[in-house]
């Protein structure tokens, strides 16, 4: 695999120099069988294939957005299951054109020499490919039925020790096929360089080109095309902790469902009380919130903070034009936060609108205003990231339930829910027929488990 390491030469801004030179494509096989539901690590056979791109060489600096999670990664995972001609090489073909209109993701990381900030050469060096067969059937692994989380390491190429690396590719897919037709696309990315809807406009552009397209519908748009205001300080200052001072949480993992009656429920209760619809993400937090909330409750002291902390895409707030796929994320809080008991003895609408004025105070973070407690004192941090706060993000609308590379849209969307050093849940995960809103967590201790659903199924 090419290599080039580029510094901004006045300032050392980290760029992503855009040469054009090359895509890095790697189709492998495996030769074992799928046993049971573990997909073993047998050894590999790589063909390497380097795609030519003309793209102009240059440097992009990352926005604010960008930068606190820069090296971190993301996986998502797209099980299909209704069959297409050759779906590795069906993907790798539409993927090596998509980069043409996607070039930062062909790129690398560049650290400045003296101000250490991040840029983005646009090299084009491209994204690491994995093609595998499974000699079993989708079915047999039963990937729609939990547990199943040890499986989706297989399904998937990672970054070693979970970390992008300066110099490794910013994006890394694996296609899976087995026996019955059926495939997994396994995505792993960076968030220096795209968040969940910017991949999701990548595989739509990916979709469109294997479905005949010339090109994408949407025009990509990035950093270097707008210029985004800054992520406010708070949001930075908790994803910057995030990565870098917390340590992984042994929590249970849950693959749990909200129905779609008690959704539909919690809305009509609502009425126009909100002076919008209550949405499916307000519901199913809602929900999540004070479920959990009645299981952790501590009898000595339930008036301890819980406090409530979710991704919001930002587009709207800052203006981003259709087709933005840098990142655009942040991080919001509810504040002040309730008490433990108030979200356990509050009416279910109560919780609800906690969550919608929460979103309603976006906008004005990008505005300066509400960033009191920046840098994070200690016992900010102990109240934030202890066990009685929750994490949401959400992955309804992001683009990724319309991913079609010939055989029509996924049967489900999953991910390794986190991050693991907290109390955290992906909510609303696109599945076809299932009748409410999926939401992977890991957000309990083993033993409250089974009083959570017990809780969930109130709502029933």
Known sequence: MKKSYDVGDDAGDLCIACTGKDVEFVAATANCALVDVKL?????????????TSTPADHIKVSSFDKPLAFSSFSSFHVFDRAIHEPAETIKRALSRALDHFRLIAGRVVVGDDDGDLCIACTGEGVEFVAATASCALVDVKLFDPPFAALLKDLAVEYPEASCRVADPLLLMQVTEFSCGAFVLGVTWTPVVADGTGIALLLRAVGELARGFDQPSVPPVTCADQLLPDLPPLAAAIEQTIVGQLKPKDYAYLDITVPMSAIDRIKAELGNELGAPCTVFEAVTAVMWQCRSRVIMPDDDPDN?????????????????EGYYSNCVTTQVIAPPPTIREVVEGDIKDVVKLIRSSK????????????????????????????????VTSWRNLGFEATDFGGGTPARVMCHPGPESLPACVACLPRRGKGGANVLSRFLKEEHGGAFLAELAKFT
């Open 360 to 391: 309603e105070q976006i906008p004005a973070t990008f505005a300066g205003e509400g960033e009191e407690g920046v840098p994070l004192l200690p016992c900010v941090e102990d109240t934030l990231f202890g066990y009685s706060a929750l994490f």
């Open 40 to 52: 073993f690590h047998p050894p590999f056979n790589h063909s390497e294939v380097l795609i030519e």
């Open 305 to 321: 903070p819980a406090p409530l902390v979710f991704a919001a895409d930002a587009r709207r707030a800052v203006g981003a034009a």
